[in-house]
């Protein structure tokens, strides 16, 4: 893998004159903090690397639900979000009871398809790990793709749009 | 906790002559053995106590498989058995890439519940975790309690019949 | 299993004028909230069985830190507290995403050992699961057992005085 | 994500005369096979995304044993392996108490780092599930990088070897 993230990084830098993010494009973000249970940890000490997808899964969750919509309802109304594609880098590790901060970027608008990024940063502030996953829309009946739901392109339209 | 399985355990005691278990009432045993992944130890370097469930769930599914019995083809058919109580002492710890032995018992036919014991032995042959796991028979569709199926009293039965 | 928790839940008792707890002797009691993950919930469509053991842990935890104690600290100046067993009662589902009440007791001061009582409470405010879980205090680098630190048994002293 | 392993699955064509795997380079691989558990679904009904990384965990600790080296007593030796990079292409779903292939590969002599590629099929020899973990090799003591150790060199060296 060369660089995983490159064109999604060279985003997040940071002006050095007011300290902001910038964004040469618009985004939807959204912050939430997990702490690392002892049952996520292995015998390494730290915490074993499938158990992000836990933190990836916790951090959209919430991320979608700061947009005012509910992954559970969208499921109940019979739509579901299977993941296609995970991609995670590790640099570095995450310890029992640390409060991670798990940071969630929806850099594109949905259409068949809806990808979230992730950065996790330690209780130190340091970027510990990041990742990208790729959910599908189906729906639940058939399990057939499908379109994002006009709920959700109207909830993230107005992080996108340019004024 | 007194003593977990004190009448369980008093069952199992091996004949000095014939070298064969003593079963005082006739009973279902499987035995199945799994191999421990890296991820589920923890920190403290053995298997995190909560994973034990996922070895006692695998011996369960394997002790009803080997009676001709899918549970996957019973939740097909509309019945579920979802888990009333479970009760576990832990007496040694199990090491990643440790081979199990995990020995689950049927003592008493089920009715509305169904409750299976389970023993699991390491490398060395010594005992590290016995417990018991009730679980209840439902109607899927309801979630309302039903009883075990025929074809499960069936299949347990020439394991009871005393003859 | 006869009735898991009988002599604790006697204890918990509302009274009827006051509103409050009617608790004979004195103990520890600790709330905390856990949201359940998507990942956590089986094919039933509810949490899985062995993971309420997260849920416990969690609750363990966060109780002692309560207390002005750090398990974490705890293991890192040697002693270990492995599980040494767990009875669980399932009286209810746990739904994903679902902001789930969990209360951790001790009743008894620790001596070798220390026990915790455990009750999840669903969003509605019923409840769905109770149990205990005993943990051994052991050396880290011996695995030995050991007795509970003065440090702990100085914390919990205040809750269980009469005064 | 465009082609997640693009280079690799060209290497895996079959071919048409001979009915044998076509490998324009060396390469080793082993295959493992692995019952999905009920613990390991989610309410979708198959198995969670984040699960597959105990797959892919156990395909490379089956892989590496059958090269005569146990990982557990690599890392009991002072090197540990931890995870530095995951990739994983959801192509189709498991189900519950489905038997998996799950075979692993390494396309390339280990260095400072070691990648498995891991390609898992369902029970009716569909392509299921594809990924790469990217290991590194570390001390355990110091947590700094190493090199791949001699004996694991030395075990691979025969699959790569042009006779």
Redesign the interface.
Known sequence: ?QD?LTGFLSLLQVCKVCNRQITPFKMFEHTTYI?V??????????V???????YY??GR?EAIKSLGI???KL?ASGI?M?????????KG?A???ELLKVVSYVLEMPSRSMTFHTKIFNEEGRLINEG???LMFVHGATRKPCSATNELIEALLPHFNTN
Chains 1, 2, 3, 4 share one sequence.
């Not at 249970?37 to 730290?46: A, K, N, S, V």
């Not at 074993?48 to 836990?54: E, I, T, V």
């Not at 299977?82 to 590790?90: D, G, L, S």
């Open positions: 893998m995983l702490r249970r002892y049952g996520e940890t292995d015998q390494m000490g730290y074993y690397y499938g158990n992000y997808s836990l899964e916790q969750t509910s992954y559970k499921e579901m299977p993941v296609a594609e995970m991609k995670v880098r590790y590790p310890n029992y009871d990208e996953t790729k």
